[in-house]
């Protein structure tokens, strides 16, 4: 039954509440002092990526073939951004848990639940913060997007938008795991071990388990650190973007539902458990998910544009039976350069590994391993070629179609750029980590007090 | 003064019964029994004393009553209806003992931070730092105030609040003689303008200085219950003071 006096309550001002969470990411030090070692971090990454990319780019002046291999996505951008991948993955936890573990350890949390909003909006609160954390630890590997313009090198707009929203993605997620975590321990040290068990523990899972077949398999592709690959690639996968969406929201829900201290254990683990099943659903639903956009300039996920117009018009199921083990180094060429493209391209591909349990130790004296077979329309052909200059022939031949004629001056030129960047250490060593200690000494200022509020008077 | 004034009115009068009534409230960690049975009534507008000495559970009791930890059985009741615990906070406020909250943060936002939240305007505001002292430190940090102004902070985001009914554990803890007068002066006030106290207090000469009723708690169990008159009348103790009360009741 509702009290009597709950009416006054029912709306409630939510900016306050974001403001509060603001001060309390900005009148830390935590992320200030994770901006400071962003600089040298990233700067040094992007001095040393553009030093690379210029040596590359100098053998490769008198050759148009081995320009077209320059990408600034490969060459610049990923480096540099690998860089802030690392302080997200090591430094970015300790911002994220202070959102919730200082009030945990000063029991302010206790002030906090019995304020007149739900708990999913506290949380939500937290996590806008965290945003706002993030964007502003950007700051650095923006910057050198800006130095990389400013020496003449040439940057792809929906490959950089990408790339940073993918980056953007795995920051809101470490900051969920972040967040959960504050949410179960009593200390931010516990919550710090936990959320670093989550990251570093992807690491060894991806190291120790990637192209392993089965479970094992499925285990590696669940670590974090895959999540940021395929952007790296240029590609927008739908599917991907829900899977990290529903974590994201599965782990905040988790935040929320471990929040209130007066809500009992068994409540709490009862929830949580329903809420890791609909986390689970949705990752699974997402996995189904085949629709993604190829944002790399050079459109390295797709085939040529000319295939690609002809595939897509092929609607009957096309069947390809891989004699391949998982962890074969072949089944991985053949997947990034003709099974993945041919799934986003046509409508009906199923792809079936031959023999689940196969591994290269007892399988490759076989004589059918190694061999792939396409099946459309009632026939059948194979091929032991993992390019597809080979492979698509043979489509084209099952499906009694001529290859189509390639389009002229669609081949990617590549960026070559031969330049210094020597402008970028004083920046990154010296200017850019002065104004971060001057906009922490400008935030940290006290505030200014309303003349109404300056008079003391009662009690001394 | 307004900042005195809760947020919404009380009608007591034709309102025999108890603004809210704790029914059985048990809690036990592990092998320690720390509220066994404990009820009580909380009348309107009145200074009630939860008197024990330290380890009574007292704060337990002020937590489980806000719904800030749960509770094995029992519960409480807001004028004769049942409160659920996820409804707690539209009643109640309970201001913990001991806490620096947002330490980072500055005073000035720490304090027009609960005004926003409850829409209190800005002569509240005013009304509630000029009561409690606090424009010297509107400007420092939390971190940097001192334990009486830490606690001045705290009753200030209390008396912001618009809940008829306040909880609050120890708070004259932090103050010096002549400031704990003040306080309870303040304190006086806000249960004049409306509001109804529960103050968590050890110190047996404070609660009879304020309280007009007191619940004696020793292990967890409620000893006695009710103004210092009827509890002189049950012990038979005539014209004694709180302390023998309480001896002479745990």
């Given at each position: 039954?509702?009290?009597?006096?709950?009416?006054?309550?029912?709306?409630?001002?939510?900016r306050?509440?974001?403001?509060?969470?603001?001060?309390?990411?900005?009148?830390?030090?935590?992320?200030?002092?994770?901006?400071?070692?962003?600089?040298?971090?990233?700067?040094?990454?992007?001095?040393?990526?553009?030093?690379?990319?210029?040596?590359?780019?100098?053998?490769?002046r008198?050759?148009?073939?081995?320009?077209?291999?320059?990408?600034?996505?490969?060459?610049?951008?990923?480096?540099?951004?690998?860089?802030?991948?690392l302080?997200?993955?090591l430094?970015?936890?300790?911002?994220?848990?202070?959102?919730?573990?200082?009030?945990?350890?000063?029991?302010?949390?206790?002030?906090?639940?019995?304020?007149?909003?739900?708990?999913?909006?506290?949380?939500?609160?937290?996590?806008?913060?965290?945003?706002?954390?993030?964007?502003?630890?950007?700051?650095?590997?923006?910057?050198?997007?800006?130095?990389?313009?400013?020496?003449?090198?040439?940057?792809?707009?929906?490959?950089?938008?990408?790339?940073i929203?993918?980056?953007?993605?795995y920051?809101?997620?470490i900051?969920?795991?972040?967040?959960?975590?504050?949410?179960?321990?009593?200390?931010?040290?516990?919550?710090?071990?936990?959320?670093?068990?989550?990251?570093?523990?992807s690491?060894?899972i991806?190291?120790?388990?990637?192209?392993?077949?089965?479970?094992?398999g499925l285990?590696?592709?669940?670590?974090?650190?895959?999540?940021?690959?395929?952007?790296?690639?240029?590609?927008?996968?739908?599917?991907?973007?829900?899977?990290?969406?529903?974590?994201?929201?599965?782990?905040?829900?988790?935040?929320?539902?471990?929040?209130?201290?007066?809500?009992?254990?068994?409540?709490?683990?009862?929830?949580?458990?329903?809420?890791?099943?609909?986390?689970?659903?949705?990752?699974?639903?997402?996995?189904?998910?085949?629709?993604?956009?190829?944002?790399?300039?050079?459109?390295?996920?797709?085939?040529?544009?000319?295939?690609?117009?002809?595939?897509?018009?092929?609607?009957?199921?096309?069947?390809?039976?891989?004699?391949?083990?998982?962890?074969?180094?072949?089944?991985?060429?053949?997947?990034?350069?003709?099974?993945?493209?041919?799934?986003?391209?046509?409508?009906?591909?199923?792809i079936?590994?031959?023999?689940?349990?196969?591994?290269?130790?007892?399988?490759?004296?076989?004589?059918?391993?190694?061999?792939?077979?396409?099946?459309?329309?009632?026939?059948?052909?194979?091929?032991?070629?993992?390019?597809?200059?080979?492979?698509?022939?043979?489509?084209?031949?099952?499906?009694?179609?001529?290859p189509?004629?390639?389009?002229?001056?669609?081949?990617?030129p590549?960026?070559?750029?031969?330049?210094?960047?020597?402008?970028?250490?004083?920046?990154?060593?010296?200017?850019?980590?002065?104004?971060?200690?001057?906009?922490?000494?400008?935030?940290?200022?006290?505030?200014p007090?309303p003349?109404?509020?300056?008079?003391?008077?009662?009690?001394? | 003064?307004?900042?005195?004034?809760?947020?919404?009115?009380?009608?007591?009068?034709?309102?025999?019964?108890?603004l809210?009534?704790?029914a059985g409230?048990?809690?036990?960690?592990?092998?320690?029994?720390?509220?066994?049975?404990?009820?009580?009534d909380?009348?309107?507008?009145?200074i009630?004393?939860?008197?024990?000495?330290?380890?009574?559970?007292?704060?337990?009791?002020?937590?489980?009553?806000?719904?800030?930890?749960?509770?094995?059985?029992?519960?409480?009741?807001?004028?004769?209806?049942?409160?659920?615990?996820?409804?707690?906070?539209?009643?109640?406020?309970?201001?913990?003992?001991?806490?620096?909250?947002?330490?980072?943060?500055?005073?000035?936002?720490?304090?027009?931070?609960?005004?926003?939240?409850?829409?209190?305007p800005?002569?509240?505001?005013?009304?509630?730092?000029?009561?409690?002292?606090?424009?010297?430190?509107?400007?420092?940090?939390?971190?940097?105030?001192?334990?009486?102004?830490?606690?001045r902070?705290?009753?200030?985001?209390?008396?912001?609040?618009?809940?008829?009914?306040?909880?609050?554990?120890?708070?004259?803890?932090?103050?010096?003689?002549?400031?704990?007068h003040?306080?309870?002066?303040?304190?006086?006030?806000?249960?004049?303008?409306?509001?109804?106290?529960?103050?968590?207090?050890?110190?047996l000469?404070?609660?009879?200085?304020?309280?007009?009723?007191?619940?004696?708690?020793?292990d967890?169990?409620?000893?006695?219950?009710?103004?210092?008159?009827?509890?002189?009348?049950?012990?038979?103790?005539?014209?004694?003071?709180?302390?023998?009360?309480?001896?002479?009741?745990?």
């Amino acid at each position: 039954m509702r009290s009597p006096d709950t009416a006054s309550f029912r709306r409630v001002p939510v900016r306050p509440l974001l403001a509060k969470e603001l001060r309390e990411v900005l009148n830390g030090r935590a992320l200030w002092t994770m901006l400071i070692l962003l600089c040298p971090l990233v700067g040094y990454s992007f001095f040393q990526a553009t030093s690379l990319y210029g040596e590359a780019s100098a053998a490769a002046r008198d050759s148009p073939a081995m320009a077209s291999g320059l990408s600034p996505l490969d060459g610049i951008l990923v480096p540099t951004f690998g860089a802030f991948y690392l302080a997200v993955t090591l430094l970015f936890p300790f911002v994220a848990i202070r959102v919730l573990g200082r009030e945990k350890e000063t029991a302010a949390l206790s002030l906090l639940v019995q304020l007149p909003y739900r708990a999913a909006t506290l949380i939500a609160a937290k996590m806008a913060a965290i945003a706002i954390a993030w964007l502003i630890a950007l700051i650095p590997a923006l910057s050198t997007l800006a130095l990389w313009e400013a020496i003449g090198g040439h940057l792809s707009a929906p490959e950089t938008i990408n790339l940073i929203g993918g980056h953007l993605l795995y920051g809101l997620l470490i900051g969920a795991i972040a967040l959960f975590s504050a949410a179960i321990s009593e200390s931010a040290a516990t919550a710090a071990i936990i959320t670093l068990s989550f990251t570093i523990g992807s690491w060894v899972i991806d190291f120790a388990l990637a192209g392993q077949p089965g479970v094992l398999g499925l285990l590696s592709s669940l670590s974090l650190t895959q999540t940021l690959r395929t952007f790296e690639q240029g590609l927008l996968s739908t599917g991907l973007v829900v899977g990290l969406a529903a974590a994201i929201l599965g782990f905040c829900v988790l935040a929320a539902i471990w929040l209130h201290p007066g809500v009992p254990v068994r409540a709490k683990l009862a929830r949580s458990l329903a809420c890791t099943g609909g986390m689970a659903a949705l990752l699974v639903v997402a996995t189904q998910i085949r629709l993604s956009a190829d944002l790399a300039e050079d459109r390295r996920n797709s085939f040529p544009a000319a295939d690609q117009r002809e595939l897509a018009k092929l609607n009957e199921p096309l069947v390809v039976t891989v004699h391949l083990a998982p962890e074969d180094p072949r089944y991985a060429d053949l997947r990034r350069n003709v099974l993945a493209k041919l799934e986003r391209v046509m409508p009906r591909v199923n792809i079936r590994l031959a023999g689940g349990g196969q591994t290269i130790v007892g399988s490759s004296t076989e004589q059918s391993y190694g061999e792939i077979e396409y099946s459309y329309s009632g026939r059948s052909a194979k091929s032991r070629s993992t390019s597809h200059r080979e492979a698509l022939p043979v489509l084209y031949e099952l499906a009694g179609r001529p290859p189509p004629t390639p389009i002229v001056g669609e081949d990617y030129p590549g960026y070559p750029l031969v330049a210094e960047a020597q402008i970028a250490l004083p920046w990154f060593f010296a200017a850019l980590p002065l104004s971060i200690v001057l906009a922490w000494w400008w935030m940290s200022r006290p505030p200014p007090v309303p003349i109404s509020l300056a008079q003391d008077g009662g009690t001394t | 003064m307004t900042v005195l004034t809760a947020g919404r009115t009380e009608n007591i009068a034709g309102h025999p019964s108890a603004l809210m009534r704790v029914a059985g409230l048990s809690k036990r960690y592990d092998d320690q029994q720390a509220l066994a049975d404990v009820s009580f009534d909380v009348p309107s507008n009145e200074i009630v004393g939860l008197i024990g000495p330290n380890g009574a559970g007292k704060t337990t009791l002020l937590e489980a009553i806000a719904g800030l930890i749960p509770v094995d059985s029992g519960g409480v009741l807001w004028r004769d209806s049942t409160l659920p615990v996820e409804h707690r906070r539209d009643s109640i406020f309970f201001l913990p003992d001991g806490i620096r909250p947002w330490q980072e943060q500055h005073v000035l936002h720490v304090i027009e931070f609960f005004a926003a939240v409850y829409h209190r305007p800005n002569s509240v505001l005013a009304d509630t730092i000029r009561l409690l002292g606090l424009s010297s430190v509107l400007r420092k940090r939390v971190d940097a105030l001192s334990k009486g102004f830490c606690r001045r902070l705290m009753l200030a985001l209390a008396l912001l609040t618009p809940h008829s009914l306040l909880l609050m554990d120890e708070p004259f803890d932090g103050f010096d003689l002549r400031q704990t007068h003040e306080i309870m002066n303040v304190l006086r006030d806000v249960a004049l303008g409306g509001r109804t106290l529960v103050l968590a207090i050890h110190q047996l000469i404070d609660a009879e200085r304020i309280c007009n009723r007191f619940v004696l708690l020793a292990d967890g169990r409620v000893r006695g219950n009710g103004t210092l008159g009827e509890l002189r009348r049950r012990t038979g103790l005539v014209g004694a003071g709180l302390e023998d009360l309480f001896l002479a009741l745990t």
